[in-house]
Nanobody
C-alpha cells in the first residue's frame, strides 16, 4: 500500500492551495483518510479527517478555512486564507484494510507547505 501526496508549495499569506493524496495497492477498504501536519520543533497534529460515511472533523485552528473531501481512494485538502502559522510538512494518512484483511494506519511521505507573510 502506498500513499502519495502532491500540491504543496510556497504561497503568500491569504492565498490558497489544494493538497491531493492517492492511496494505491492491495486495498480492501478504507475506513478514514486524513491530513496531519508537523511544523519544525512541534509534534505532528491532526488537521482534518474524513470517515467512510463522510463525517469530518477539523483542528480548531483551520475550521472555516480548510475543507477536506474524498473520492474513493483519493483525499483532498482545500486550504484557503492561509497563514504563516500553517507552514508545515503535511502528511496524508489512511486507516485502511488491506486485501489480506490487515487493518493499519498508512502514511504518505509528506509535502511541504510554506506560507509567507
Amino acid at each position: 500500500v502506498q500513499l502519495v501526496e502532491s500540491g504543496g508549495g510556497l504561497v503568500q499569506g491569504g492565498g490558497s492551495l489544494r493538497l491531493s493524496c492517492v492511496a494505491s495497492g492491495s486495498i480492501f477498504s478504507i475506513n478514514a483518510m486524513g491530513w496531519y501536519r508537523q511544523a519544525p520543533g512541534k509534534q505532528r497534529e491532526l488537521v482534518a479527517r474524513i470517515t467512510d460515511d463522510g463525517s469530518t472533523n477539523y483542528a480548531d485552528s483551520v475550521k472555516g478555512r480548510f475543507t477536506i473531501s474524498r473520492d474513493n481512494a483519493k483525499v483532498y485538502l482545500h486550504m484557503n486564507s492561509l497563514k504563516p502559522e500553517d507552514t508545515a510538512v503535511y502528511y496524508c494518512n489512511a486507516d485502511l484494510v488491506t486485501a489480506t484483511l490487515y487493518r493499519s494506519d498508512y502514511w504518505g511521505q509528506g509535502t511541504q507547505v510554506t506560507v509567507s507573510s
